[in-house]
């Protein structure tokens, strides 16, 4: 048999015996929080000064003239405004499609008897495994031999199949660990296996999706080392393609420099702010085991 107290001066006393830690822990994650800052704040900074500014005051100083100047010159001596329209074409079309195709086929492998469902999904894994830089070179011969080189469709189907994989695996742990009952269900009401993936798999694996989408956005934007190989021609480079061209042009311009690095970074941030309360709760339903 237990007590339990009720007296307050003893919550009180257990409340102030957990300060202590608590304090601890804000200061840690505080700390961490400005390191990972810290560089956003530089680039943002040096963005909106000159270079005079730049080489005469703190790195972490703010601007005493906004020079905004900076962005709309780099935005011009960069062509960013096709290479923002490359990425977002590519982006665009590969998140999505990419992002149906693993919940439909991680619902396949998860709720549909197959025999050889695991070897299927194990296969998928072991596609994962592999570095993709390995691939390079075979891959360029492929898509090359396809006449797919300086096209979008020839960059959107390896990221595609670099992707998925990973996808398959998070949504497949999501979906296995959703009780029968709810499948069983639909089926029982005579739903097909589309409708009851469309009806109850998909609404309620939102957080798992959003999750999986700021993921598949940063690294879809932020490629470098394939859009390298596959995009030959300027004119179908990528942001990441065309701000290292733009920083060997520019490595003195710090102003200018830094404010390409913005606006190459900014949709990604954007789309992460947007999506983040769903972040930490989707990752944690995709990694349930069942």
Not at 79 to 90: A, K, Q, R, T
Not at 171 to 199: W, Y
Request: proline share 5%; charged share 10%.
């Amino acid at each position: 048999m237990t007590l339990t107290s009720t007296d307050p001066a003893m919550i009180t006393v257990h409340k102030k015996r957990r300060d202590p830690v608590l304090i601890i822990l804000w200061l840690a994650l505080v700390v961490l929080a400005m390191i990972w800052i810290a560089p956003f704040i530089f680039i943002l900074f040096t963005s909106l000064k000159n270079n005079a500014d730049v080489m005469t005051t703190s790195a972490f100083a703010p601007p005493t003239h906004f020079e905004t100047e900076n962005f709309t010159k780099a935005w011009v001596t960069g062509n960013f405004s096709e290479l923002m329209v490359n990425s977002v074409i590519i982006t665009f079309i590969k998140v999505p499609v990419g992002l149906l195709i693993s919940a439909m086929g991680a619902y396949a492998l998860a709720r549909i008897q197959m025999r050889w469902g695991k070897a299927i999904l194990l296969f998928l894994l072991l596609g994962a495994m592999i570095p993709f830089q390995v691939m390079l070179a075979p891959l360029f011969t492929l898509v090359n031999s396809l006449g797919l080189i300086d096209t979008y469709v020839g960059v959107i189907l390896p990221y595609l199949a670099f992707g998925i994989p990973y996808q398959v695996f998070i949504l497949h742990g999501f979906f296995k660990a959703v009780p029968k009952e709810l499948s069983e269900a639909a089926l029982i009401d005579g739903a097909s296996h589309f409708t009851t993936f469309r009806r109850v798999f998909l609404p309620i694996s939102l957080p798992v999706l959003a999750a999986l989408l700021i993921l598949d956005f940063v690294s879809t934007w932020n490629e470098f080392a394939m859009a390298l190989v596959l995009l030959q021609d300027k004119h179908m480079w990528t942001l990441p393609l065309g701000l290292m061209s733009f920083q060997g042009q520019f490595s003195n311009d710090y102003g200018q420099l830094n404010a390409a690095i913005v606006m190459t970074v900014l949709p990604a941030v954007l789309v992460y702010l947007i999506f983040q309360r769903y972040f930490v709760s989707g990752l944690t339903s995709g990694a349930v085991k069942g």
